[in-house]
């Protein structure tokens, strides 16, 4: 054989060689890293995501008005220019099995008793078909958590002993208003106290496009005449920090609020905190609660 015509095959060859490696390299090492880089900036835009809408409730349990607020959450990623596959996932709000407090009212001859029970929803983000690892993320109790299977931590603190759960000084608020009788005394009293619950039928919203969690606030009064008692109890099975930082959020407020000589607070050992109400002057007590519903769309 020709060496002339053996040289054109062993180039040939030789090219087939360097292609072959070339796209085995750009397979195995460029296109996962990329992907993974890609997965990266999407985790880090529900990040974003979360630590916004988290605030955006914090404002509006502060600022209790009828109020609609919305964040887009990107539920997949891990695309680029050469490979356009995107992982999925899945956005859930989750109603709490059981209130973190409830607000016990007696009034009128003979007494009767009206129960309120608040609650406070969570809502998550967990992934599908992730490219670079099963990272999540979940709200819960005011603070955002990076999720692992059954492991979470919170994002913006060191450890879960380090959160210091502000959202619960928006969770309640009391004024009283002077006795034009009896200035000594008070007639009227607003408690602000805020309740977070799902949208019935938009509790998942699963992909790998754009969803959105949408918080709507509405405020609704509710008056009660010849008051004689008012109860607030929390639930003893909340995260103990939560509990201890809701209970000194009302303490402050009951110290700093009744200026009131016929209100006569009494702190139980079981830890409820009671409020009782002399007949003179008549206490009206107007409890305003901030509906705060959570929707995944």
């Given at each position: 054989?020709?060496?002339?015509?053996?040289?054109?095959?062993?180039?040939?060859?030789?090219?087939?060689?360097?292609?072959?490696?070339?796209?085995?390299?750009?397979?195995?090492?460029?296109?996962?890293?990329?992907?993974?880089?890609?997965?990266?900036?999407?985790?880090?835009?529900?990040?974003?995501?979360?630590?916004?809408f988290s605030s955006d409730i914090e404002t509006v349990a502060s600022l209790k008005k009828n109020m609609r607020l919305s964040e887009p959450i990107p539920l997949g990623g891990?695309?680029?220019?050469?490979?356009?596959?995107?992982?999925?996932?899945?956005?859930?709000?989750?109603?709490?099995?059981?209130?973190?407090?409830?607000?016990?009212?007696?009034?009128?001859?003979?007494?009767?008793?009206?129960?309120?029970?608040?609650?406070?929803?969570?809502?998550?983000?967990?992934?599908?078909?992730?490219?670079?690892?099963?990272?999540?993320?979940?709200?819960?109790?005011?603070?955002?958590?990076?999720?692992?299977?059954?492991?979470?931590?919170?994002?913006?603190?060191?450890?879960?002993?380090?959160?210091?759960?502000?959202?619960?000084?928006?969770?309640?608020?009391?004024?009283?208003?002077?006795?034009?009788?009896?200035?000594?005394?008070?007639?009227?009293?607003?408690?602000?106290?805020?309740?977070?619950?799902?949208?019935?039928?938009?509790?998942?919203?699963?992909?790998?496009?754009?969803?959105?969690?949408?918080?709507?606030?509405?405020?609704?009064?509710?008056?009660?005449?010849?008051?004689?008692?008012?109860?607030?109890?929390?639930?003893?099975?909340?995260?103990?920090?939560?509990?201890?930082?809701?209970?000194?959020?009302?303490?402050?407020?009951?110290?700093?609020?009744?200026?009131?000589?016929?209100?006569?607070?009494?702190?139980?050992?079981?830890?409820?905190?009671?409020?009782?109400?002399?007949?003179?002057?008549?206490?009206?007590?107007?409890?305003?609660?901030?509906?705060?519903?959570?929707?995944?769309?």
């Open positions: 054989m020709s060496e002339d015509a053996v040289a054109p095959v062993v180039a040939g060859m030789l090219i087939l060689a360097v292609s072959v490696t070339f796209f085995a390299a750009w397979n195995a090492y460029y296109v996962p890293s990329m992907k993974a880089q890609s997965e990266l900036t999407h985790l880090k835009e529900v990040e974003t995501g979360f630590l916004r891990g695309d680029f220019m050469f490979d356009a596959t995107k992982s999925g996932g899945t956005l859930r709000v989750q109603n709490a099995t059981t209130g973190y407090m409830r607000i016990l009212i007696a009034n009128g001859t003979p007494p009767t008793t009206t129960s309120s029970i608040l609650r406070f929803s969570n809502y998550s983000y967990q992934p599908v078909s992730n490219f670079w690892q099963d990272q999540g993320y979940e709200w819960s109790y005011g603070k955002v958590n990076v999720t692992k299977g059954t492991l979470a931590t919170p994002l913006q603190f060191t450890g879960m002993e380090d959160v210091d759960y502000g959202v619960t000084g928006t969770l309640f608020d009391l004024n009283t208003v002077p006795s034009e009788e009896s200035p000594a005394g008070c007639s009227w009293m607003n408690i602000d106290v805020v309740n977070i619950t799902p949208v019935a039928g938009y509790t998942i919203s699963s992909g790998n496009g754009n969803g959105m969690l949408v918080l709507e606030s509405t405020v609704t009064s509710q008056q009660f005449s010849n008051a004689t008692r008012m109860t607030v109890r929390l639930n003893p099975y909340i995260p103990g920090r939560f509990r201890t930082a809701l209970n000194n959020s009302i303490n402050q407020r009951l110290d700093v609020s009744v200026f009131c000589g016929n209100v006569h607070t009494t702190y139980l050992t079981n830890g409820d905190i009671r409020m009782d109400f002399d007949p003179i002057p008549n206490m009206t007590l107007n409890r305003r609660t901030t509906e705060i519903s959570l929707g995944a769309y």
